[in-house]
């Protein structure tokens, strides 16, 4: 059973940098995990940000960006704002019923 | 507007039954995938289930906390995806959500605004 880990919680200051990771318990994250990245606000329902390690829907701000980093998928924020203050959740296919979440990063910013 | 629609959620006894629905508008889901993921209150998300679109086969996956239990379907000509729940616990309790999922990339793009089950005696 793959077990995917996310940093539980990261704080970042309004305008700064900070980059969240996702990684498998059974080995380096590549492309063909297909990660998806999401953010859920409380209350709402999960959207998606970016998918395929490094794309972004065209509803995503460019601030936000995919990638794989080392061993691990990542998603990091540029000029963070307030309102990019949720819970960020990364997801991995590793084909048939291997559908995996991390357990989310709640990322405050203060 | 797009969106996907959840519906059919409820309070309901243990070992009782319930089924949800999906419904696309202002898209559809043509030969995508449809995901069920959940989130127990409090907690983070969990992946369900799955059904592949027609054209890959409709066949369905499902988590091993629900296999045997849960069973993923789709209309076709409605363009509905459904989620039957049988044989409910009080751990199946949760908010809901279907989403669209593009078969090539694995790419999830709409998510529905969810639906709660409690399963509760």
């Known amino acids: 059973q793959t077990v995917v880990t996310q940093e539980p919680s990261v704080t970042v200051s309004p305008g700064g940098t900070v980059t969240l990771t996702c990684a498998s318990s059974?080995?380096?994250?590549?492309?063909?995990?297909?990660p998806n990245w999401f953010q859920q606000k409380p209350g709402q329902a999960p959207r998606s940000l970016i998918y395929?390690?490094?794309k972004r829907h065209s509803w995503t701000p460019a601030r936000f960006s995919g990638s794989l980093l080392g061993d691990k998928a990542a998603l990091t924020l540029s000029g963070v704002q307030p309102e990019d203050e949720a819970d960020y959740y990364c997801?991995?296919?590793?084909?048939?019923?291997?559908?995996?979440f991390g357990g989310g990063t709640k990322l405050t910013v203060l | 507007e797009v969106q996907l629609v959840d519906s059919g959620g409820g309070f309901i006894q243990p070992g009782q039954s319930l089924r949800l629905s999906c419904t696309p508008s202002?898209?559809?889901?043509?030969?995508?995938?449809v995901s069920w993921v959940r989130q127990a209150p409090g907690k983070g998300l969990e992946w369900v289930s799955f059904?592949?679109?027609?054209?890959?086969?409709?066949?369905?996956e499902y988590a091993a906390s629900v296999k045997g239990r849960f069973t993923i379907s789709r209309d076709y000509g409605r363009g509905i995806a459904y989620l039957q729940m049988n044989s409910l616990k009080i751990e199946d309790t949760g908010v809901y959500y279907c989403?669209?999922?593009?078969?090539?990339?694995?790419?999830?793009?709409?998510w529905g605004q969810g639906t709660v089950v409690t399963v509760s005696s």
């Open positions: 395929n390690s490094d």
């Open positions: 997801q991995l296919y590793a084909g048939g019923a291997q559908v995996m």
């Open positions: 059904i592949r679109g027609r054209r890959y086969g409709g066949t369905t």
């Open positions: 989403s669209r999922v593009e078969m090539t990339t694995m790419a999830v793009d709409y």
């Open positions: 202002g898209i559809t889901f043509g030969d995508n995938g």
């Open positions: 059974t080995g380096a994250v590549t492309s063909g995990y297909f």
